[in-house]
């Protein structure tokens, strides 16, 4: 078995094989696992995350992954999530003691960055999608409409839309309310807030993200397989409709008896023979899928600005504060910065505006914003920073994009796909990754006459909307 790519999708995929019994090979272009949610060092010596990186109590299948290569006990779960603006009022969201969904019910009334007529339609079009079980009337099957439009067919405030849908889903999903399908939208309010107590709370791991891998090198191995870094994979060998090898630099050739592509699309498609292309139009069709952008920016202060483990700001280009240093000293006491300094990571999804600004320039806005929301930064000297664009950080979940979603399984014999990008039911996350990984193994399996599942339920609906689902 030989899995291309060593990403949170070829990973899922690879280590469900070999705990079926599978060989597996691995290959991954890389000095380093984890793909778009792995970590590195700087030149300047720092180690960092691609981009900070989060998952909810909602994401059942990466929770999974994690406990299957023994790091699940390096997320750090949070049940408060604290929203501030820059008139330095505060909001919160926490599970009171209520039973779902009223048990955010406390948190939202006293939200103070809404007025009531906000809260008012929130909670109104809040209602349409817990009495349609997070599938309203107008989000069935074909149905290709944006966010915005779905919201604006409920009449949501301004303040409504500014200071809750799009925080919300600009994060979640890493892009514009008027680009977002609406069903994936309206699927994180239903998966995350509505239907159970525990889908919001937010997992940060506490350790540099590459460092949540290692035990898939154990994995891996234990079943007689392993894993090749710096093997970046040059070409697909397609015959009479069956992948027969894969190739590398030099003309080297390795072959399998199955193989999970687990490469971003845009690379799938470049391995593909011209022919195969144009003759299956599932991988033509990939080129429909765009990109969206997420630019991570990464301040070292001279002392202590933050005492927060996050913050999310309302109404600026930053979006979420993260206190690096209190993250990682929670895991393992060490530091993240300069000595008695802290680090912060600064996330912006969405970034389109940021593509063509420079690296000072996006610094300084930064740094303007963190200012405004943190007092104790005011007077703190910034000793570095750095910027990281990720223009094609996720795909974007446009409306009517899932049609250009392939599944695993492929009309090519023993080729198999994984990836965010592939047909998941999930926006580009870490849980769509790992989903699409287990989905392939399983396709795989079945395809050799031994069917098993790896795939996660959903968490399931509790309290109130457990009685009446
Ligand atoms: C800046 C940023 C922030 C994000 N934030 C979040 C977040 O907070 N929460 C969340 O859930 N998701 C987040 N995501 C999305 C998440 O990172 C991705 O959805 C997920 O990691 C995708 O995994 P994947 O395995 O499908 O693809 P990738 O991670 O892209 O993995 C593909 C792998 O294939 C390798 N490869 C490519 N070409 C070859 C080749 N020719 N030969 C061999 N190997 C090859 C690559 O090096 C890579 O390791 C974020 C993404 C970015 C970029």
Known sequence: MIVIGGGL????????????????????????????????????GEHVDNCQH??????????????RVGCAEKIKFFDRLLLLDPQGRTGHFQAGFLPAPLHILGSFLSFRPLSFADKFSI???????????GKP?????????SMLEWLKRRRQTKGAIDRFWRVVLVSALSEELDNIDARYGVDVFWKTVLSNRTGYRMG????????????????????????????????????????????????REETADAYV???????FAELLPEDVKRSHSVFSNLSNLKDSPITGVHLWFDRVVMTEPFVTLLDTTTQWIFNKTALYAAANGAGGGASGGQYLQLVISASYDLLQKSRQEIIDLCLKEVRQALPAARDAQLVKATVIKE?????????????WRPRQETSVRGMFLAGDWTDTGWPA???????????????????????QRFLQPDLPPDGLVGLFS
């Open 9 to 44: 999708a070829g990973l899922a995929a690879g280590v469900a094989l070999a705990e079926a019994g599978w060989r597996v090979r691995l290959f991954e272009q890389r000095p380093f696992l984890g793909g778009r949610a792995t970590s590195y060092v700087l030149p300047n």
């Open 54 to 67: 989060v998952t909810f109590g909602c994401c059942t299948n990466l929770e999974d992954f994690y406990r």
């Open 123 to 133: 909670a109104r079009a809040m209602l349409d999608i817990l009495l349609h079980k």
């Open 137 to 145: 009337s107008d989000l069935q099957e074909g149905a290709e409409i």
């Open 204 to 251: 940060i791991p506490a350790i540099h993200l590459a460092d949540l891998y290692e035990g898939c090198h154990a994995a891996i191995k234990r079943k007689g397989g392993e894993v090749t870094l710096r093997a970046p994979v040059r070409g697909l060998r397609i015959e009479n409709g069956a992948l027969t090898g894969i190739l590398f630099d030099g003309g």
């Open 261 to 267: 592509i687990a490469v971003p699309h845009g690379i």
């Open 391 to 403: 223009a094609a950080a996720t795909f974007s979940p446009e409306p009517g994009c899932d049609r």
């Open 429 to 451: 996350t870490m849980e769509g990754a790992v989903r699409s990984g287990y989905l392939a193994a399983e396709a795989v399996l079945r395809a050799a006459g031994s069917a």
